[in-house]
């Protein structure tokens, strides 16, 4: 019962989504609506996946110096990453929501320098925090109701001194004194003195103008008159004049007029005062954004001043006995069921219990992604649909509530558990496609395919250097074959800076290759370009929708007629005439696909025919090789000499006279 009761102050949970963590709020008010609902004016708190990449390094830094300065104890990697969901960014941003979405309890505290970090970490439901986060202005700065503990804000207690010891201090640059009660003056004495001194102040405000209108009756002067300004002021002026009465008279009353003191109250004017008050209304005791926002004009020594003055007037008295009455009004606590309703995200198979392995839409066999455990009462899915992660029951309320997983998953770079840690240079390709988060099942390569862009591997000098003097290590052209499997390049650039001195003393070898001229080049070109001819137009031909059935013999995808179309001779693209052993591909029995106009290809296609396919027999594997890495090479071919022909001997015919069939 009292679990599920929720006041005024607490921090709650909120669910706005099924499947996103839970928002982590403090209750400021409980209204109730006009149709008989419960609404919670709260207060936001920001995770650190609220905000952005920029600030959460502000924030690590300044989580860096508040270890260093409380000299934390040393955390593991796994502590540290789980510490970051523990930490919150408190805001001045209010919103309502519903408060049927609670969903329990946390507690939230200022950090401390006292404070052990690794105690919030066994504590459930426990957060901390020390920024203030502007989703306005984009900031995060230090909280300004900071509690200072520790050495730097600790008085140091001098030792006590001895019976008979003296003090050897200057008294007078450790303090100023303001008022001796061992003065020779009696009470009845200062008492009237006092009185004549808000006699003074009544008079002065008479003669000052403004005080005037400010306070245009004599009981309004008289009081003002009396405030503790005026009191501070005489028993001053006593001091100064070593309580001499005379002396202290004469000084309340110089040669110009009596002198008039004033304090905030009656410097400010009433819109200054309505002013405060709203600011008061908006910010609370925050002085800072008070002035800053409000009262630009005064300092902040004058609004705190102003602010202990204000509370002693009728007018505090008057708004404290309104919020009194509001509260009074309002609810104080509120009790909401505990939400019991089955998740949306929920792992099930039609006809069995719930939380078995193998859903409909997911693959048998995935673990979860945060623990990597493959047994749970319940699975959860969780990250995009095509992804199809899935948590286990304890995983998923850690999201919920932290906002994180508990162990850095593979997308962020962290590798199994069961992984081994050693550094190794080359791996399987089942291990690689195991280490890739993209090939756990079929639907990670469609996410894969989706996001296709362009991308540039520049290499360092160091590298290529390294490419040359490392060659046995490396191994180049076997990694070129293997381009999946990964390299250790830790121990081939160690390798590297120790052959380096040696191998300045020995120069690579490289191999000249000569080179033709331009001149030369554009002659050949030259020479075996082909003939281009003149092709005759006709008409042009309408445009409908009926060409769709029509076709398309000589027309290309992008409705231009081909080279072969234009005259009556058939020329390929590249300018030959076809041979008697090769076909078009006008002649071709492919079914050609039909592509949009976007992604139509280059309309050259180019048949082997069964004289072409029985030369590439002739050539020996490595002028294969040669004839595809330099293709504008001319091949040279060795054919067998033809079998010799047996000759056969002619039979005679029978008779040389035609055979004639009569009907």
Request: overall charge positive; aromatic content about 8%.
């Amino acid at each position: 019962m009292a679990a599920n009761m929720y006041r005024v102050g607490d921090y709650v949970y909120f669910e706005n989504s099924s499947s996103n963590p839970y928002l982590i709020r403090r209750i400021e008010e409980l209204n109730k609506t006009a149709n008989g609902n419960v609404e919670a004016k709260v207060v936001c708190l920001f995770r650190r996946r609220d905000i952005s990449g920029n600030l959460n390094t502000l924030a690590d830094s300044n989580a860096r110096e508040f270890e260093e300065e409380s000299k934390q104890p040393s955390l593991s990697e796994q502590q540290k990453h789980q510490l970051k969901h523990r930490e919150l960014f408190l805001s001045r941003q209010f919103e309502s929501l519903p408060a049927t979405h609670i969903r329990g309890k946390c507690n939230v505290t200022l950090l401390n320098e006292t404070d052990v970090l690794a105690g919030y970490l066994e504590k459930e439901d426990c957060f901390f925090y020390s920024l203030v986060f502007d989703p306005v202005q984009k900031t995060l700065l230090a909280d300004q109701g900071e509690i200072r503990v520790g050495s730097k804000y600790q008085a140091e207690i001098p030792d006590k001194l001895a019976e008979g010891e003296s003090d050897n201090r200057v008294q007078e640059k450790l303090e100023t004194k303001v008022w001796d009660p061992n003065n020779q003056l009696k009470d009845p004495q200062i008492d009237q003195f006092l009185v004549v001194a808000r006699a003074v102040g009544t008079f002065a405000r008479a003669l000052d103008c403004s005080s005037s209108i400010r306070q245009p009756s004599l009981h309004m002067s008289a009081a003002a008159a009396s405030r503790d300004i005026t009191l501070f002021h005489a028993m001053d002026t006593l001091q100064k004049n070593n309580y001499d009465l005379a002396k202290a008279m004469s000084t309340l009353v110089p040669q110009g007029g009596p002198v008039l003191c004033r304090d905030e109250m009656e410097e400010w004017s009433a819109s200054e005062a309505m002013l405060f008050e709203e600011a008061l209304e908006k910010y609370g005791k925050d002085f800072n954004d008070i002035r800053q926002d409000f009262l630009p004009w005064k300092s902040l020594a004058s609004v705190v001043q102003f602010y202990y003055m204000w509370k002693t007037t009728d007018r505090y008295i008057q708004q404290k006995r309104l919020k009194a009455a509001e509260a009074d009004s309002k609810l104080k606590q509120v009790y909401i069921p505990t939400y019991t309703k089955p998740n949306p995200n929920q792992i099930m198979v039609p006809g069995s219990k719930p939380g078995m392995n193998g859903a409909a839409g997911f693959q048998k066999g995935l673990s979860c992604e945060s623990c990597h455990t493959a047994q749970s009462p319940q699975w959860y899915a969780w990250g995009p649909p095509n992804m199809q992660c899935r948590l286990c029951a304890s995983c998923w309320i850690y999201w919920k509530k932290y906002g994180g997983l508990k162990t850095p998953t593979q997308l962020e770079g962290a590798a199994r558990a069961g992984s081994e840690s050693g550094p190794r240079g080359h791996m399987t390709r089942q291990e690689v496609q195991g280490m890739s988060p993209f090939t756990r099942n079929e639907g990670r390569a469609k996410l894969l395919a989706k996001n296709r862009q362009t991308f540039i591997l520049q290499t360092t000098k160091l590298t290529r250097i390294a490419r040359r003097v490392c060659e046995d290590i490396l191994q180049p052209r076997r990694a070129a074959r293997r381009p999946y499997a990964s390299i250790n390049a830790n121990a081939v650039k160690a390798e590297c800076m120790i052959r380096l001195p040696k191998a300045t003393k020995t120069p690579v070898k490289s191999k000249v290759v000569p080179r033709q001229s331009l001149a030369t080049i554009v002659k050949d070109l030259a020479i075996s370009a082909p003939l281009k001819l003149k092709a005759s137009r006709g008409p042009p031909t309408p445009i409908n929708r009926n060409q769709a059935s029509q076709p398309r013999g000589g027309q290309s995808l992008l409705g231009k007629r081909g080279f072969d179309s234009a005259t009556g001779v058939p020329y390929p693209a590249n300018g030959r005439p076809y041979t008697s052993g090769m076909r078009t591909t006008s002649q071709s029995v492919i079914k050609r696909q039909k592509v949009s106009q976007g992604e139509a290809p280059n309309p050259v296609v180019f048949v082997a025919t069964k004289d072409t396919r029985a030369l590439r027999k002739h050539l020996t594997q490595s002028e294969m090789r040669r004839a595809a890495r330099k293709p504008h090479l001319p091949v040279r071919i060795k054919l067998p000499p033809p079998p010799r022909s047996l000759a056969m001997p002619l039979l005679p015919s029978s008779t040389s006279e035609p055979i004639v069939l009569e009907d």
